[in-house]
């Protein structure tokens, strides 16, 4: 099956049994002409374009078309209630796809505003779209990688962020205009290697012309191997092609770290962060342990202390919009961002709804809803 059901028997099998009991009853008893208000029940980015896509060929499979009334564009910004499309067409032609039509919108317009807060909010940090392994499949993985992309331009566009410059994959890098994925070393080549300075000697030697980022907190060593990889490799510390990335666990702080040493660095780069009350969530992202603020305005200072200013700070561990709004707080000197946390993370926010609006060009939707009508 194709990961975006486009035969009969998967739409069939994949869609609510009374949607098709609808169409069987519609196609006995006369057709008619409908249009439905796609909408959502929170703020979101609209990202509609795979859903209108997917039926667009649906549309041609069956020997129809469909007609869409785009109201919010791919990428502006949409109020709770507000109709993203119309879309009109045969009942007995469109009600049978409502069930997938709605998978396929609203995850991904939910995704699309977080990845755009994120972005806007850190404006002069780059991010990777990590969120592969955070994904149900295939198709999720698809659309997760669609909506950072949408969300990440509309950054460009608002505030002249750099955004989502690439992911992790092949099969979705066409999305943030790559040729391919990126990335270059797991924890699991560390181990395999059996040493943060082994596993960059060994990238360094299989791939001598790409650009290297070097995992550093396998060994709880993190500034002392970033600085051994550095010391090892000046050309590309001093030609800014070396990167070293942090992905401290939450169990433990970074080297040279503790929580009054966290209050200190932070203190000495960002105290206005420091002032006003924090929740424990806020204080954590600021000064606690694993990837804080704290930690990487460390592994800034440690770096140019030794002359290592263009050896840029990868960070990754759960950066979603509330971390990245602290980190732009304090002022985290971060130069890419690895994350998957753009994801929603309250699934009830992503569902979809489609409501018929207009039955034959009479107007007709259910009391409550009469705010959908086409205006």
């Known amino acids: 099956?194709?990961?975006?059901?486009?035969?009969?028997?998967?739409?069939?099998?994949?869609?609510?049994?009374?949607?098709?009991?609808?169409?069987?009853?519609?196609?006995?008893?006369?057709?008619?002409?409908?249009?439905?208000?796609?909408?959502?029940?929170r703020p979101v980015v609209s990202a509609p374009c795979l859903a209108i896509e997917w039926l667009k060929q649906i549309a041609e499979r069956r020997n129809t078309s469909f007609e869409f009334d785009l109201r919010y564009p791919e990428g502006k910004w949409v109020g709770a209630g507000e109709p993203i499309f119309y879309v009109t067409g045969r009942l007995s032609l469109l009600a049978d796809l409502e069930t997938l039509l709605l998978q396929k919108l609203g995850p991904a317009c939910v995704a699309a505003y977080n990845a755009y807060t994120m972005c806007a909010d850190l404006p002069k940090t780059a991010f990777l779209a990590?969120?592969?392994?955070h994904c149900a499949g295939a198709e999720m993985a698809e659309s997760m990688a669609y909506a950072a992309s949408v969300g990440s331009e509309r950054a460009r566009r608002k505030v002249g962020a750099v955004g989502f410059i690439g992911n992790a994959t092949d099969a979705t890098a066409h999305y943030f205009g790559q040729e391919g994925g990126m990335g270059t070393m797991p924890h699991a080549f560390i181990g395999y290697a059996g040493s943060t300075l082994r596993a960059a000697e060994m990238y360094d030697e299989t791939f001598p012309d790409e650009p290297m980022t070097v995992l550093v907190d396998y060994f709880a060593r993190e500034v002392t191997d970033a600085l051994t990889c550095c010391r090892r490799f000046p050309g590309r510390a001093g030609a800014g092609k070396l990167a070293v990335r942090i992905d401290t666990p939450g169990g433990r702080f970074i080297e040279g770290l503790d929580p009054p040493g966290s209050y200190a660095v932070v203190e000495r780069n960002a105290p206005e962060a420091l002032r006003g009350y924090r929740t424990d969530d806020e204080l954590r992202y600021l000064v606690g342990a694993g990837v804080s603020a704290a930690a990487i305005w460390r592994m800034r200072e440690c770096l140019n202390a030794e002359g290592f200013d263009k050896v840029k700070i990868v960070a990754s561990s759960g950066f979603g919009p509330a971390k990245c709004r602290l980190m732009a707080e304090a002022k985290a000197p971060v130069d890419v961002i690895g994350t998957g946390s753009y994801l929603p993370v309250k699934w009830t926010e992503t569902y979809a709804t489609a409501d018929i609006v207009d039955y034959d060009g009479a107007a007709r939707v259910k009391v409550g809803r009469e705010f959908l009508l086409r205006k």
């Open 130 to 133: 990590m969120d592969a392994r």
């Open 1 to 41: 099956m194709d990961r975006w059901p486009l035969d009969e028997p998967d739409i069939a099998a994949w869609t609510d049994v009374y949607f098709k009991r609808t169409r069987t009853a519609v196609e006995r008893f006369g057709d008619t002409e409908v249009t439905y208000a796609v909408f959502m029940r």
